[in-house]
């Protein structure tokens, strides 16, 4: 069993930025992909960026080039520094992790993101 406990999050003006942290803890388990995903109200939930073991980083068309992903593989974290945030980028942000076993699926409870125009 995997939990996932995020930070960071909460309310920006446009243009401003946010960091989403996220911790992964639980024995034994060895992650193959970690990143983060968001879901707005009435909206599916969508991949914002992920970043697997070996380094391959993939990001929505809507973030590239404004969010940026990082992991410490050894530490079982991942962050999300969201720069020149939009009101539309405005969501519950979780945070996610796939793990070998299985290729289980675990999420985090979720984060508030909020974007004022």
């Known amino acids: 069993q995997v939990q996932l406990v995020e930070s960071g999050g909460g309310l920006a003006q446009a243009g401003g930025s946010l960091r989403l942290s996220c911790a992964a803890s639980?024995?034994?388990?060895?992650?193959?992909?970690m990143g983060w995903y968001r879901q707005a109200p009435g909206k599916q939930r969508e991949l914002v960026a992920s970043?697997?073991?070996?380094?391959?980083?993939d990001y929505a068309d809507s973030v590239k080039g404004r969010f940026t992903i990082s992991r410490d593989n050894a530490k079982n974290t991942v962050n999300l520094e969201m720069n020149n945030l939009k009101p539309e980028d405005t969501a519950v942000y979780y945070c996610?992790?796939?793990?070998?076993?299985?290729?289980?699926?675990?999420w985090g409870q979720g984060t508030q993101v909020t974007v004022s125009s």
């Open positions: 639980g024995s034994p388990f060895r992650i193959q992909a």
């Open positions: 970043h697997n073991s070996i380094g391959v980083t």
């Open positions: 996610h992790a796939r793990v070998y076993t299985g290729y289980m699926n675990y």
